[in-house]
């Protein structure tokens, strides 16, 4: 008990200071919200960390990533916060060619969160991690005063296991490399952009959000000259071109007419003024493959109930290193230029 | 200058002494002012710019790129047989 | 109404290519009036699509870029007010006033809010009785009527917290402006589309009388502009003069009446000092004093600011299309997207912005000859 928040008389419907004390409300927290969401699985041994068994193949890597979420609003049209924090890391361990197993999952909470939005996350988390195949085997909560947190940010940690022989890397992107985008892009921006203030539209768009998972996995096992992935998110298919373009120094071409964007994104971007070239997605990838593969890599995602827009868009060249062009639809070429900060409604 | 954006509209109705309407972008809708283009009828286009329709949108004249693109086409298939 | 298909957009863009490069027997320069329909030009490569002989000067038509320094420094002075809410364009939040930023100022915890219409600016007014709204209306005749609206709506319904702080800019003037000036050397205009759908075509039918020059009045996507240089090389090559109308599915002979008539009704023309340009008699829009109460230069007294623009920055011979932005020493190198020194560097779709994105650092042209069909 401290002077800030006396014992309560029974459960809260919100968030107190006293949920991130440690005592008996951290207990019914973890006791309400999180054991029964996760129940069955490591975490309800409750131990202080997670012991995990060390790959047994030999030439295996173990691969690791952190990220934290704090998008705003909490709830979106296809998606939640939780669902992001579990998508988001999962899919950073895929496109480096590893196979997820494990996840941590740290929250902040912010004071006057509403428990019932809480344990809608926390289901959501666990749906998304049975959809993906991972387990969260460690966790940890914290409470902030009103004000310091926007509802709740989460940052989730993961390890996967990268089989021997697999050698994905942002620098591996070779010339005559084609292109692939597994699916329309833009839809996660765009399904948020619709309900932040100010803007005001409605569409029946939902956000991509989803683990890749089963799908690397399927394209890793029809080819073994997929030289690198990643999932275009902040900074969008543009941000992980100019990626690819500056680690393996190489020059990218795309036709416009090949990328894949949906009538809603396209035309909430003429509203707006914004271009889905850097609109973020949360369940695409990009992948560069030696030529020879593209087709049959292309054909598996789309047989994967994720991948059926997928296309190929492009190639990685020679000319002008570090450079994205594009062909447009009318035939004229550009360079697609790396986004300085955010992209902001346009009316000009 | 100037973003216009063509829209459907799909409903009109007054609000606080002004024409107001819901359009569809395709896919994407929004309420617009429609106070200065009131003859619009349901299903019109208008042209859009900050929420607010500029003008309605004639559709005999934005028909004209596919009439021009059958014109085209028609003139494809004629090319080969002029070809020596 | 549906979108055409890239392989349909190809086609009609190669037609119009072809018939431009059949109808070209001279060199010809022509200015693209809008900001917008630069950054379609440069956006989809359509000078690429030209004869060589054919030259796209950029005019000045971004009314972001031609807002005075002045004004972005009151515009920065009143949304640092801690009663204020202020609400503004997107466009607007990146423009460097003397010092800052209203991005920055943003950063700092000023209450500043992007709004894609001046009507939600309405809205918060309503919904914020103890605050001050303030609503940065900027743009050229297009936008005056929304702009217009929203104050309008705001003395009727007696929103004594809302006001706007008016920068409006006028098209006419510009062009002339543009061909008074002796070093000038434009040949045909692609006239504003979407200004003149609210101001209908008369305003330039005496432009063009005066100058013998054709004005096409022209749309923004790929295809409008396209025709619209189509139309004009015709008109030069024939040697007429006078406005023609491309982006006839839009705009009227006669404009949007009711709009003009709003226009007229809560502005009134004033002199107005153009970013980059200077001051351009009766080229401005300002609140009529029966708007005193909404009108934000009033509310707000900020006094008179001075404000200096860099010495190296050619954006004046820019707008008028006199230089182009690979002309310009500092172009790229002191003068950046992120570390602009003038007007049509801060702007998206100001010409040195436009090639800076698109990669025309020098600009490359796939000449395609003149005078022949193939």
Same mark, same amino acid.
């Given at each position: 008990?401290? @002077?800030?928040?006396?014992?309560?008389?029974?459960?809260? %419907?919100?968030?107190?200071?006293?949920?991130?004390?440690?005592?008996?409300?951290?207990?019914?927290?973890?006791?309400?919200?999180?054991?029964?969401?996760?129940?069955?699985?490591?975490?309800?041994?409750?131990?202080?960390?997670?012991?995990? %068994?060390?790959?047994?193949?030999?030439?295996?890597?173990?691969?690791?990533?952190?990220?934290?979420?704090?998008?705003?609003?909490?709830?979106?049209?296809?998606?939640?916060?939780?669902?992001?924090?579990?998508?988001?890391?999962?899919?950073?361990?895929?496109?480096?060619?590893?196979?997820?197993?494990?996840?941590?999952?740290?929250?902040?909470?912010?004071?006057?969160?509403? &428990?019932?939005?809480?344990?809608?996350?926390?289901?959501?988390?666990?749906?998304?991690?049975?959809?993906?195949?991972?387990?969260?085997?460690?966790?940890?909560?914290?409470?902030?005063?009103?004000?310091?947190?926007?509802?709740?940010?989460?940052?989730?940690?993961?390890?996967?296991?990268?089989?021997?022989?697999?050698?994905?890397? !942002?620098?591996?992107?070779?010339?005559?490399?084609?292109?692939?985008?597994?699916?329309?892009?833009?839809?996660?921006?765009?399904?948020?952009?619709?309900?932040?203030?100010?803007?005001?539209?409605?569409?029946?768009?939902?956000?991509?959000?989803?683990?890749?998972?089963?799908?690397?996995?399927?394209?890793?096992?029809?080819?073994?000259?997929?030289?690198?992935?990643?999932?275009?998110?902040?900074?969008?298919?543009?941000?992980?071109?100019?990626?690819?373009?500056?680690?393996?120094?190489?020059? &990218?071409?795309?036709?416009?007419?090949?990328?894949?964007?949906?009538? *809603?994104?396209?035309?909430?971007?003429?509203?707006?003024?914004?271009?889905?070239?850097?609109?973020?997605?949360?369940?695409?990838?990009?992948?560069?493959?030696?030529?020879?593969?593209?087709?049959?890599?292309?054909?598996?995602?789309?047989?994967? %109930?994720?991948?059926?827009?997928?296309?190929? &868009?492009?190639?990685?060249? @020679?000319?002008?290193?570090?450079?994205?062009?594009?062909?447009?639809?009318?035939?004229?070429?550009?360079?697609?230029?790396?986004?300085?900060?955010?992209?902001?409604?346009?009316?000009? | 200058?100037?973003?216009?954006?063509?829209?459907?509209?799909?409903?009109?109705?007054? *609000?606080?002494?002004?024409?107001?309407?819901?359009?569809?972008?395709?896919?994407?809708?929004?309420?617009?002012?429609?106070?200065?283009?009131?003859?619009?009828?349901?299903?019109?286009?208008?042209?859009?710019?900050?929420?607010?329709?500029?003008?309605?949108?004639?559709?005999?004249?934005?028909?004209?790129?596919?009439?021009?693109?059958?014109?085209?086409?028609?003139?494809?298939?004629?090319? %080969?047989?002029?070809?020596? | 109404?549906?979108?055409?298909?890239?392989?349909?957009?190809?086609?009609?863009?190669?037609?119009?290519?072809?018939?431009?490069?059949?109808?070209?027997?001279?060199?010809?320069?022509?200015?693209?009036?809008?900001?917008?329909?630069?950054?379609?030009?440069?956006?989809?490569?359509?000078?690429?699509?030209?004869?060589?002989?054919?030259?796209?000067?950029?005019?000045?038509?971004?009314?972001?870029?031609?807002?005075?320094?002045?004004? &972005?420094?009151?515009?920065?002075?009143?949304?640092?007010?801690?009663?204020?809410?202020?609400?503004?364009?997107?466009?607007?939040?990146?423009?460097?006033?003397?010092?800052?930023?209203?991005?920055?100022?943003?950063?700092?915890?000023?209450?500043?809010?992007?709004?894609?219409?001046?009507?939600?600016?309405?809205?918060?007014?309503?919904?914020?009785?103890?605050?001050?709204?303030?609503?940065?209306?900027?743009?050229?005749?297009?936008?005056?009527?929304?702009?217009?609206?929203?104050?309008?709506?705001?003395?009727?319904?007696?929103?004594?917290?809302?006001?706007?702080?008016?920068?409006?800019?006028?098209?006419?003037?510009?062009?002339?402006? !543009?061909?008074?000036?002796?070093?000038?050397?434009?040949? @045909?205009?692609?006239?504003?589309?979407?200004?003149?759908?609210?101001?209908?075509?008369?305003?330039?039918?005496?432009?063009?009388?005066?100058?013998?020059?054709?004005?096409?009045?022209?749309?923004?996507?790929?295809?409008?502009?396209?025709?619209?240089?189509?139309?004009?090389?015709?008109?030069?090559?024939?040697?007429?003069?006078?406005?023609?109308?491309?982006?006839?599915?839009?705009?009227?002979?006669?404009?949007?009446?009711?709009?003009?008539?709003?226009?007229?009704?809560?502005?009134?023309?004033?002199?107005?000092?153009?970013?980059?340009?200077?001051?351009?008699?009766?080229?401005?829009?300002?609140?009529?004093?029966?708007?005193?109460?909404?009108?934000?230069?009033?509310?707000?007294?900020?006094?008179?600011?001075?404000?200096?623009?860099?010495?190296?920055?050619?954006?004046?011979?820019?707008?008028?299309?006199?230089?182009?932005?690979?002309?310009?020493?500092?172009?790229?190198?002191?003068?950046?997207?992120?570390?602009?020194?003038?007007?049509?560097?801060?702007?998206?779709?100001?010409?040195?912005?436009?090639?800076?994105?698109?990669?025309?650092?020098?600009?490359?042209?796939?000449?395609?000859?003149?005078?022949?069909?193939?």
């Amino acid at each position: 008990m401290t @002077a800030a928040c006396p014992v309560p008389a029974g459960r809260y %419907p919100h968030i107190v200071l006293g949920h991130g004390s440690g005592g008996r409300l951290s207990q019914e927290l973890l006791e309400h919200v999180f054991l029964p969401a996760f129940a069955g699985t490591t975490l309800a041994g409750l131990e202080d960390q997670a012991s995990l %068994p060390s790959p047994s193949q030999r030439g295996a890597r173990i691969a690791f990533t952190t990220d934290s979420f704090v998008v705003s609003p909490l709830f979106f049209p296809g998606g939640d916060i939780g669902r992001l924090a579990v998508c988001g890391t999962v899919n950073d361990l895929c496109v480096g060619g590893a196979i997820p197993h494990s996840l941590s999952a740290a929250f902040v909470l912010e004071e006057g969160l509403a &428990i019932a939005d809480l344990e809608r996350i926390v289901r959501s988390m666990a749906a998304t991690c049975r959809e993906a195949g991972v387990e969260i085997v460690t966790g940890d909560t914290k409470v902030v005063e009103r004000g310091k947190a926007d509802g709740v940010f989460i940052t989730t940690s993961g390890l996967g296991v990268v089989p021997a022989g697999r050698t994905l890397s !942002i620098s591996n992107a070779r010339v005559g490399d084609a292109l692939l985008v597994s699916g329309p892009i833009g839809d996660h921006g765009v399904s948020i952009l619709s309900v932040r203030e100010g803007l005001d539209f409605e569409t029946t768009l939902l956000s991509d959000c989803a683990p890749l998972a089963s799908m690397t996995h399927a394209m890793l096992e029809v080819s073994d000259k997929i030289h690198c992935m990643r999932d275009p998110t902040r900074g969008g298919l543009s941000g992980v071109l100019h990626d690819i373009a500056r680690q393996s120094k190489v020059g &990218i071409r795309i036709d416009e007419a090949l990328v894949p964007v949906r009538a *809603e994104v396209r035309a909430a971007s003429d509203m707006l003024g914004l271009d889905p070239l850097y609109i973020a997605c949360e369940g695409r990838l990009l992948a560069a493959i030696a030529p020879e593969d593209a087709e049959r890599v292309l054909a598996t995602v789309r047989l994967h %109930p994720l991948g059926q827009g997928a296309a190929l &868009i492009g190639q990685v060249v @020679a000319e002008q290193p570090g450079l994205v062009r594009m062909r447009s639809r009318v035939g004229g070429e550009r360079v697609v230029p790396l986004l300085s900060g955010e992209q902001l409604p346009r009316i000009c | 200058m100037c973003l216009g954006v063509p829209g459907r509209v799909l409903s009109r109705e007054q *609000e606080d002494g002004l024409l107001m309407g819901r359009v569809d972008f395709g896919g994407v809708s929004r309420k617009v002012c429609l106070e200065h283009v009131q003859d619009v009828a349901l299903g019109d286009y208008v042209l859009v710019h900050v929420g607010f329709a500029l003008s309605l949108i004639d559709a005999q004249e934005a028909r004209k790129i596919f009439e021009l693109l059958r014109e085209l086409d028609q003139l494809g298939e004629l090319q %080969p047989e002029r070809d020596p | 109404m549906r979108r055409l298909e890239p392989d349909e957009s190809r086609r009609l863009a190669e037609h119009w290519a072809n018939e431009i490069a059949r109808t070209t027997t001279r060199p010809w320069k022509i200015m693209e009036v809008c900001g917008g329909q630069t950054q379609t030009i440069v956006k989809f490569g359509l000078d690429q699509l030209l004869p060589s002989q054919i030259e796209l000067l950029h005019g000045p038509g971004c009314p972001v870029c031609v807002t005075p320094l002045e004004m &972005i420094d009151r515009a920065l002075a009143i949304a640092r007010a801690r009663d204020v809410i202020f609400c503004s364009f997107g466009d607007m939040l990146r423009v460097p006033g003397s010092d800052g930023d209203l991005l920055g100022l943003k950063a700092q915890g000023a209450d500043i809010r992007v709004l894609y219409s001046p009507l939600d600016a309405l809205s918060i007014a309503r919904q914020n009785p103890e605050r001050r709204v303030v609503f940065f209306a900027i743009g050229f005749e297009t936008t005056a009527p929304a702009n217009a609206i929203a104050i309008q709506q705001a003395r009727q319904r007696g929103l004594g917290n809302f006001s706007a702080l008016c920068s409006h800019v006028l098209v006419p003037p510009a062009m002339l402006a !543009i061909l008074q000036d002796p070093e000038q050397c434009v040949q @045909a205009f692609l006239g504003p589309g979407h200004v003149c759908s609210v101001m209908g075509l008369s305003e330039y039918e005496p432009i063009a009388a005066q100058f013998s020059v054709p004005i096409v009045v022209t749309g923004f996507e790929p295809l409008d502009l396209l025709e619209g240089v189509c139309l004009a090389v015709q008109h030069l090559e024939a040697g007429r003069s006078g406005v023609d109308n491309q982006y006839a599915r839009v705009v009227q002979a006669e404009g949007n009446l009711a709009s003009q008539r709003l226009l007229a009704s809560v502005f009134e023309v004033c002199d107005r000092k153009w970013r980059g340009i200077g001051l351009l008699p009766r080229s401005g829009l300002q609140l009529r004093d029966e708007y005193s109460a909404h009108d934000a230069l009033k509310v707000f007294e900020v006094g008179d600011l001075t404000s200096d623009e860099p010495a190296e920055c050619i954006s004046g011979q820019i707008l008028r299309g006199l230089k182009k932005p690979s002309d310009c020493p500092a172009f790229g190198e002191r003068c950046t997207p992120e570390s602009p020194l003038g007007a049509t560097m801060v702007s998206s779709e100001g010409a040195c912005a436009a090639y800076h994105a698109y990669g025309r650092v020098p600009v490359a042209r796939l000449a395609r000859g003149a005078g022949g069909v193939q």
